[in-house]
């Protein structure tokens, strides 16, 4: 078990998707797959043309997106494994996985000591979030503007598939025109995270202080499931 500041403090991808998907089963299995896409995503430089595709593919069945076209390719994919190197084919066969709590288990490394256990735990909680700290309903100010922005943020990412983090700022700025009071919403869009422990004078320069809690700027990258964006579309 976790509680809210472990969880914002874990740096084991594991562990923290044994959570996910353990008993507490708090995970949808679109969230879950686009984890293990955003995993592939962060080595992004190292998939080969057709391997990305596949991450694509991935993606768009989290979304119910054209699931017919993906059995098709999923299907030729496997038939033609022989021209991509066993790398290239754990990813494309991770992603593509019908069972997304077990690709999500394969997709994590396995413990704090290994290279993209930071990136991917920060990519679980740009998608899970704060599991422990229920915000309110924001769908009271979420009107066509604020829509329009979110979808456009969904929609349009940079080449390597991240969710554009000036987009995201205009949103958070049309949330705050529009009364939103949802600080940690606010902050995840603009790319600041809570902090947890104590904060000395000279750190407190760092840190923006709001309703007891400190936040900070973080290197966190925003992908395709990131919590605040689905909360103001609606997604789950």
Known sequence: ???????DSCYDPSAMVKYLTGTVNVASNRKLR??????????????RQKTRKYVDIGEYVADN????GYFARA????????LL??????VALTCLDDNARKSARQAAVPGENYEGATAQCNLLRDIFGH????????????DAEVSAIATDAYENRTDKGLIDTGTLSILADSLEDKGCTYATLIFHL????RHHGPVSAEERKQFV?????????SLMQHMRGCWALDMVLGKS
């Open 1 to 7: 078990m976790m509680n809210g500041a472990q969880w």
């Open 34 to 47: 686009l984890f293990t896409c955003g995993c592939a995503r962060q080595v992004w430089h190292m998939l």
């Open 65 to 68: 997106i054209n699931p017919r």
């Open 75 to 82: 299907g030729a994919f496997r038939s033609a494994r022989n």
């Open 85 to 90: 190197d066993e790398y290239q084919l754990m």
């Open 131 to 142: 599991l422990f700290n229920n915000g309110p309903n924001v769908k009271q100010w979420v």
């Open 190 to 193: 603009r790319g600041m995270v």
């Open 209 to 217: 202080l709001y309703d007891n809690w400190y936040y900070k700027k």
